[in-house]
């Protein structure tokens, strides 16, 4: 019973994780569309995009920690 609840928690934590590197993996092919359109922006532009980038590594790093 003990062994069945432990494979339980393994295969939800690996359910998880999996979870958390879809989500970087989006993120990071978010990043990389902003970085397109930044080449080919104007300044004021790429200002907003910048911030957006931001925000984007910063949620990176939140689902990296939890």
């Known amino acids: 019973m003990f062994k069945d609840a432990w494979q339980a928690?393994?295969?939800q934590a690996k359910?998880?994780?999996k979870d958390v590197k879809?989500?970087?993996a989006?993120?990071?092919k978010q990043i990389e569309q902003l970085v397109g359109r930044i080449?080919?922006?104007s300044s004021m532009t790429a200002?907003?995009?910048y911030e957006e980038i931001a925000k984007l590594e910063k949620s990176k790093v939140f689902c990296k920690i939890h």
């Open 9 to 11: 928690r393994i295969d």
């Open 22 to 24: 879809g989500k970087i």
């Open 15 to 17: 359910g998880a994780s």
């Open 47 to 49: 200002v907003g995009a």
């Open 26 to 28: 989006e993120i990071d």
């Open 39 to 41: 080449m080919d922006a």
